[in-house]
């Protein structure tokens, strides 16, 4: 057998495994009321530290750590470090919010974050606004999972569609039958395998390299080079001076954005306790140092013999540069594990995001618009085909832009979901804020976002859409974030619109919430084999509803 | 909205892990302070090695700070309130 056959096959046992598991799932840590959107859609809400733990690092560290983040330090070095601070900051930031939300949703009932900002500002439209956007945002970022699988199995020599739509074809499978429970339990395959490769890549290649001096030297050399395209280097080993701002803001901005994806909510929302959430981002950042070093494999890419002659005979797309370093680096047993490790890294995340849109749709826009008497076995019907439908959106988005750096897939997923960051994060602290202003400082900064990242081309390709997530800021005169430029905008129009609403009295939408809901700490029922209901604290209704809503 | 603020007992633990927290974000935010090669350690240049080495950091003062926050909250508990309905300011 060739080194690609041996690593194939341990591919697809690895892959025959984790289906058998998804599957079997379902059976898992079981309720009574097993097709119940709590059930389904968030594992019973009775996941403690350890596994709240694993799910948030599914969540977090995805293709976009394996692939798309060494692609950009492959590609122009230091600036793709920003994933580093991003995935820092982004823990002393769940640490301050996390747990108000958990808590005002555990006595609501709340399952998305659109049930928060419904209940909280008595607005219908202000929560389809946020629905729409977590169902849009999370779009690209399974789209960019896709990518992940699609650049490994390109090394693999396997080519065209068929391996992605088989691939896609069980992902939906088990996580139709098993809901969350299914990326819950792969993930303790997915991060021990990824644990390893990790373990493993950091010792044995730069031994095998010439040590970190050597790589990091050879690194800079590649990096110094004239890219033909734009005239200028191709980057550097540390962030240039006009990419200061774009370096932190994109940091700042991702880290905001992270914990509102719809994804992640459904991560917090489903731990047991509230002290679980605060405990978890003092050991999350173990992920974070593997990001870390994740990230510098795109160096050793660079300085690993034939690896970038190989990049650049694949059309110069970096982000098979970590694949071809596995394959010309491993013996291909182990080449084969390594790649296990991503596409199952790819799939968790993928099968947790489209559940959490399919909860988002289900529960604000079926529920709401279309079957407000849906039984709760009718919403999980529901919530199963869309979560199908979403992975088909994220198909498109695969197709229609560029694959040159995935990483704005994700990114561009960030412009969006942080446009809802006022109505979320900071409505759960005040209610100053009008619905509709918000809404208008929703809809102005959504459409700036959408027009700056289609007008930005490519680097070193006129004419291109969606090309990089960074654009200068009139009157600044830095690049930054698009996100975060469209994030100001947002809060401005929404605090002056907030002010001309309250001048012409315009009424304020009514909020079921108190002041003690943010910090409430029901204790969850031992599982399992209790009907969800009953641990619903707040929740009188046996369907689980919210309870009765005041003034509409 | 009608609500009844208890005094603030724990103001201070509150400013404490307020502090933690923020010494993370602005640590590892100000490119100026690290945007540079030297000094490198063990073949990692300053740049790297530093945005590193916050990691265990930030992964300490998050453990201190939820140890504190745990017993802000304990107080609070003995202070004849029972948790599930404690009005007073966290977070």
Redesign the interface.
């Known amino acids: 057998m060739s080194g690609n056959a041996i690593a194939l096959t341990i591919v697809i046992i690895m892959f025959a495994v984790v289906t058998l598991v998804g599957f079997a799932a379902a059976r898992w840590r079981q309720a009574e009321d097993r097709l119940h959107l709590n059930e389904w859609g968030l594992g019973g809400r009775g996941f403690g530290i350890f596994i709240t733990w694993f799910l948030l690092g599914g969540d977090i560290y995805t293709a976009y750590t394996f692939i798309a983040v060494p692609a950009l330090v492959y590609a122009v070095g230091a600036l793709g470090f920003f994933a580093v601070p991003y995935t820092i900051i982004v823990f002393p930031i769940v640490f301050v919010f996390a747990p108000r939300l958990w808590s005002v949703s555990r006595v609501h009932g709340y399952v998305t974050p659109a049930d928060f900002v419904r209940g909280r500002y008595g607005s219908h439209g202000l929560a389809l606004a946020v629905a729409v956007t977590g169902i849009l945002a999370t779009m690209p970022y399974i789209a960019l999972q896709l990518v992940g699988i699609q650049a490994v199995l390109t090394v693999l020599g396997v080519h065209g569609d068929w391996p992605l739509i088989i691939a896609f074809v069980v992902l939906a499978g088990y996580t139709w039958v098993s809901g969350l429970r299914a990326p819950a339990l792969i993930a303790f395959i997915k991060d021990t395998l990824i644990y390893v490769m990790i373990i493993v890549a950091i010792i044995y290649i730069p031994e095998k390299l010439g040590g970190w001096s050597h790589i990091f030297s050879n690194a800079g050399t590649h990096l110094a080079q004239i890219n033909p395209k734009t005239g200028k280097p191709f980057g550097s080993l540390t962030v240039g001076p006009t990419a200061v701002w774009a370096y932190a803001s994109l940091a700042l901005g991702s880290a905001l954005a992270l914990f509102i994806y719809p994804h992640a909510v459904t991560g917090v929302l489903a731990s047991r306790r509230r002290y679980a959430i605060r405990f978890n981002t003092a050991i999350l950042p173990a992920y974070t140092l593997m990001l870390g070093f994740v990230a510098l494999l795109g160096y050793m890419a660079l300085a690993a013999p034939g690896v970038p002659q190989a990049v650049k005979a694949n059309g110069a797309n970096a982000q098979l540069a970590v694949p071809f370093l596995f394959q010309k680096m491993f013996p291909p047993w182990f080449a084969g594990v390594a790649y296990s490790a991503i596409i199952i890294g790819a799939l968790v995340p993928a099968a947790i995001m489209s559940i959490a849109a399919a909860n988002l749709f289900t529960r604000n826009i079926y529920k709401e618009y279309f079957n407000p008497d849906a039984t709760p076995a009718q919403q999980t019907r529901v919530a199963q085909a869309v979560s199908l439908i979403v992975k088909l959106g994220a198909l498109i988005f695969v197709l229609a832009l560029s694959k040159t750096f995935s990483i704005n897939l994700q990114l561009l997923g960030g412009i969006w979901i942080l446009q809802t960051f006022p109505a979320i994060v900071i409505g759960l602290y005040t209610r100053w804020f009008h619905h509709w202003a918000l809404i208008a400082g929703w809809a102005v900064a959504m459409a700036y976002g959408t027009i700056v990242a289609y007008g930005t081309p490519a680097a070193g390709v006129p004419g291109s859409h969606f090309g990089a997530s960074t654009a200068n800021v009139p009157g600044f005169n830095h690049t930054v974030y698009i996100a975060l430029t469209a994030l100001v905008i947002n809060l401005v129009v929404a605090a002056v619109l907030t002010g001309v609403f309250r001048l012409a009295k315009l009424p304020a939408g009514a909020d079921e919430t108190l002041p003690s809901h943010y910090h409430a700490d029901p204790p969850g029922l031992r599982r399992p084999r209790v009907p969800i209901t009953r641990m619903t604290v707040g929740s009188p209704d046996p369907n689980g509803r919210p309870p009765v809503r005041h003034g509409r | 909205?009608a609500?009844h603020?208890a005094p603030r007992k724990h103001v201070g633990t509150w400013i404490v892990i307020t502090v933690l927290?923020?010494a993370?974000?602005i640590g590892?935010?100000?490119?100026?302070f690290y945007?540079?090669?030297t000094p490198?350690l063990?073949?990692?240049?300053f740049?790297?090695w530093y945005?590193?080495m916050?990691?265990?950091i930030?992964?300490?003062?998050?453990?201190v700070?939820?140890l504190l926050?745990?017993l802000a909250?304990r107080g609070q508990a003995v202070n004849g309130q029972s948790?599930?309905?404690?009005?007073?300011g966290?977070?």
Do not use: C, K
């Open positions: 909205m609500q603020r927290l923020a993370a974000v590892t935010l100000w490119v100026p945007n540079h090669l490198a063990g073949g990692f240049p740049f790297y945005q590193l916050w990691v265990p930030v992964a300490i003062l998050a453990a700070a939820y926050s745990r909250h948790a599930d309905n404690d009005m007073r966290e977070g």
